[in-house]
Structures are given as structure tokens and as C-alpha cells.
């Protein structure tokens, strides 16, 4: 089993996995370089076992804790919080909350029901990002993304609500208070800062996975 265990603080982002399909192995494992508090539901528990990396909290309902116990052995110490909920991804977010975090990645399924709302729920608690299908999306709630790009990388803007404007630096066609109901997509067109800015209307941006993720 391999360790991701150092001296780490609570201002790491927690690695919440909720789908471990959601991305890659070789790029979860970047996401563990910074040794993050694994925290896995038992919707994935399963597979993560598989890849030998030390989990510290499993999210599981009553009925599954007798079954999940001998295969959780192994990792002890193990913290195992037992939540009677439907969703324990949104589980999942109550107990990072209790235990002090305020950044999370979260490895799950975009298209789960409650995925993206829960995220949104807690966009002033969290800063946090979500991974799936090899993507990253980040929730903009106050309507502004800004960070560095290189030439010809795409980024997909999905509205959230009616009546939102978008004005763009950076890109190949920028937008001037143009307003979308419906996702779209920007290209770069140049190395160097690009941005995505709303009438202080929230929305998702989504770009593809590169090797180094903190680009």
C-alpha cells in the first residue's frame, strides 16, 4: 500500500471520492501528491481499495458497515462515519465541513443527480472542484474565472440561470455582454491570462484534464 501521508494541514484540499471511474489513476495520482485526507463514499470503496492508497474516512449508510468492515481492516486507522442518507456525496460534504476543511476535489459523476447542486450548495463553504471524464469543472458563483492558458486550449462555459451575459479576455471571438442559455465553448488565443466574466451570474467552466492539473 502506498502512503500519502505527511505532514499536511487542513487548508489542502480533501480528495472526496464519490465515482473513482471519474478520472484517470495516473492523474488521481497527482491529485495525491499534496497528501490530501482521502475521503471516499461507499459507492467507490471498493475500487479505491484496489489502488493501495491510504484512505482515512469512509462515508457509509447503517446496513453496509458489517460488510465494509473486514476489507477496511487493513487501513486502519480508519475514521468510518455512518450517515442514513440516500446521497453520501452531499454526506460527504457535512463531514468535511465538520472537520474543518474549506477546499475539496471531488471525484464523482457531473451527471449524478445531485452532484452539481450539491456543490453549488456549498460554493461558499467550499472551494471546490469537481473531476469527471478526464475533466475539470469549476463553479464560478460570483461570475468570474480567471486563470492562465495556453494557446488553443478549449474551455466549455455552462449557464446556470436565465438572463446571464458573458465578456471574455483571451479568447479567438471574445464576447461583449453577449448572453447564453446554453452551454458553449471558448478557444485561447494566445499564452497567457484568459477570462470569463458573467453580469455576477453564476456558472460551471470545464476543461480538459492536462498532466500537470495545477496548470
Known amino acids: ?32 501528491e499534496w497528501s490530501p485526507k482521502v475521503v471516499v463514499t461507499s459507492n467507490a470503496v471498493r475500487a479505491v481499495l484496489k489502488w493501495g492508497v491510504k484512505i482515512d474516512t469512509v462515508i457509509a449508510r447503517p446496513n453496509e458497515v458489517e460488510e465494509l468492515r473486514p476489507s477496511l481492516k487493513a487501513q ?73 492558458l495556453n494557446i488553443g486550449d478549449v474551455v466549455a462555459v455552462h449557464p446556470v440561470v436565465e438572463g446571464t451575459f458573458f465578456k471574455t479576455e483571451g479568447f479567438y471571438q471574445n464576447l461583449e455582454n453577449e448572453m447564453y442559455l446554453e452551454p458553449f465553448e471558448l478557444t485561447c488565443a494566445t499564452n497567457g491570462k484568459a477570462r470569463v466574466e458573467s453580469n455576477q451570474r453564476p456558472f ?12
Open 1 to 32: 500500500m502506498s502512503s500519502h501521508h505527511i505532514v499536511r494541514d487542513e487548508q489542502e484540499p480533501a480528495l472526496l471520492i464519490d465515482d473513482a471511474s471519474a478520472l484517470r489513476f495516473e492523474f488521481v495520482e497527482l491529485l495525491l
Open 76 to 148: 486502519s486507522p480508519l475514521q468510518l462515519l455512518v450517515f442514513d442518507s440516500a446521497d453520501l456525496l452531499i454526506s460527504a460534504f457535512i463531514a468535511l465541513k465538520d472537520l474543518g476543511h474549506n477546499a475539496v476535489n471531488v471525484l464523482a459523476n457531473a451527471f449524478n443527480s445531485s452532484c452539481l447542486d450539491t456543490i453549488r450548495l456549498y460554493a461558499d463553504t467550499f472551494d471546490s472542484v469537481l473531476y469527471y471524464n478526464d475533466q475539470k469543472w469549476v463553479y464560478s458563483s460570483r461570475g468570474v474565472f480567471q486563470k492562465w
Open 204 to 215: 460551471w467552466l470545464i476543461e480538459s484534464i492536462k498532466t500537470d492539473l495545477y496548470l
